[in-house]
């Protein structure tokens, strides 16, 4: 059992940038694959970027270059660096948790392959 916990969301302007925090609780999250995952609004669940526990990384490409996902073992947390912001990057973002081998191959972005999210934090990109 793995416990999430997001923060880090706001309100920028265009070109601005935040990061994102996620602490895990529990079952050490480093024997997971850890996604960040985003819904805008009317929109379904995408998932943004993934790193599994030797730090190798996927990305959307709507988000490679703008976006780095990282992980403190020793604080137990887990990053999303969002830099360069558009209005379309506006949703709420989710941490989530799933069988290491997700990160492997072709459906780390895939929503139902997580067990375990977080409750979300709102980023509001403004132009």
């Known amino acids: 059992q793995v416990q999430l916990v997001e923060s880090g969301g706001g309100s920028v302007q265009a070109g601005g940038s935040l990061r994102l925090s996620c602490v895990a609780s529990?079952?050490?999250?480093?024997?997971?694959?850890m996604g960040w995952f985003r819904q805008p609004p009317g929109k379904e669940r995408e998932g943004v970027a993934s790193?599994?526990?030797?730090?190798?990384?996927n990305y959307a490409d709507s988000v490679k270059g703008r976006f780095t996902i990282s992980k403190d073992h020793a604080k137990n947390t887990l990053y999303l660096q969002l830099n360069s912001l558009k209005p379309e990057d506006t949703a709420m973002y989710y941490c989530?948790?799933?069988?290491?081998?997700?990160?492997?191959?072709?459906?780390?972005?895939?929503?139902?392959?997580?067990?375990?999210w977080g409750q979300g934090t709102q980023v509001t990109v403004s132009s």
């Open positions: 989530a948790a799933a069988p290491l081998a997700v990160c492997w191959d072709d459906s780390w972005p895939e929503v139902v392959e997580y067990r375990y």
């Open positions: 529990g079952d050490t999250y480093s024997r997971y694959c």
């Open positions: 790193i599994d526990t030797d730090d190798s990384t």
